[in-house]
T-cell receptor, first 106, second 114 residues
Framework: KNEVEQSPQNLTAQEGEFITINCSYS?????LHWLQQHPGGGIVSLFM???GKKKHGRLIATINIQEKHSSLHITASHPRDSAVYIC????????FGTGTRLQVFP | DTGVSQDPRHKITKRGQNVTFRCDPI?????LYWYRQTLGQGPEFLTY????????KSRLLSDRFSAERPKGSFSTLEIQRTEQGDSAMYLC????????????FGSGTRLTVV
């Protein structure tokens, strides 16, 4: 069993839909990261959180430390949100999930 | 500062050749990380530096791999005697050493061994 599990692996949505991506982890952490990766490889950091909830534009990230679970929500999804979303945990080094590939169609 | 830079962006090499990649981190960041990502997988940790000291190496890093950060600024990752299994995206990231600061990733170097 991987230390960081994401679901679903693949997700398709129509523009405007509300998206939820889940992440569960089995190790003790100091912080959890949500990252976005577009084709071509570059990774962009979306959120780093250790408790509660953070919001940036249409993106919301929550974490439940007791349940070792985090969710990334995208409200009013748009085709430009199409990317791979990766959950990662750790402090000195990151342990990554395998990512969720999101495709949003017009 | 333009972020984390990696060079080259793409490298195609023949099996058995040596390759070297370079990473220039954000100048204020004292930590530098190397990760490897194969198709359809999340990145895997290879090694990291704090300033010029290499603090940890993954068991994934065979003897054919070596990384340096000689002056605590840029870093190089060398792979000797490349194998087809080395084909992957090699990602560099940098951060402050203080806990709970975020990471900044480079665009990666895509290596193809033929």
């Amino acid at each position: 069993k991987n230390e960081v599990e994401q679901s679903p692996q693949n997700l398709t949505a129509q523009e405007g839909e509300f998206i939820t991506i889940n992440c569960s982890y089995s190790v003790g952490i100091s912080a959890l990261h949500w990252l976005q990766q577009h084709p071509g490889g570059g990774i962009v950091s979306l959120f780093m959180l250790s408790s509660g909830k953070k919001k940036h534009g249409r993106l919301i990230a929550t974490i439940n430390i007791q349940e070792k679970h985090s969710s990334l929500h995208i409200t009013a999804s748009h085709p430009r949100d199409s990317a791979v979303y990766i959950c990662a945990v750790g402090s000195d080094k990151l342990i990554f999930g395998t990512g969720t590939r999101l495709q949003v169609f017009p | 500062d333009t972020g984390v830079s990696q060079d080259p962006r793409h490298k195609i090499t023949k099996r058995g050749q040596n390759v070297t990649f370079r990473c220039d981190p954000i100048s204020e960041h004292n930590r530098l990380y190397w990760y490897r990502q194969t198709l359809g997988q999340g990145p895997e940790f290879l090694t990291y530096f704090q300033n010029e000291a290499q603090l940890e190496k993954s068991r994934l890093l065979s003897d054919r791999f070596s990384a340096e950060r000689p002056k605590g600024s840029f870093s190089t990752l060398e792979i000797q005697r490349t194998e087809q299994g080395d084909s992957a995206m090699y990602l560099c990231a940098s951060s402050y050493s203080t806990a709970n600061y975020g990471y900044t990733f480079g665009s990666g170097t895509r290596l193809t061994v033929v």
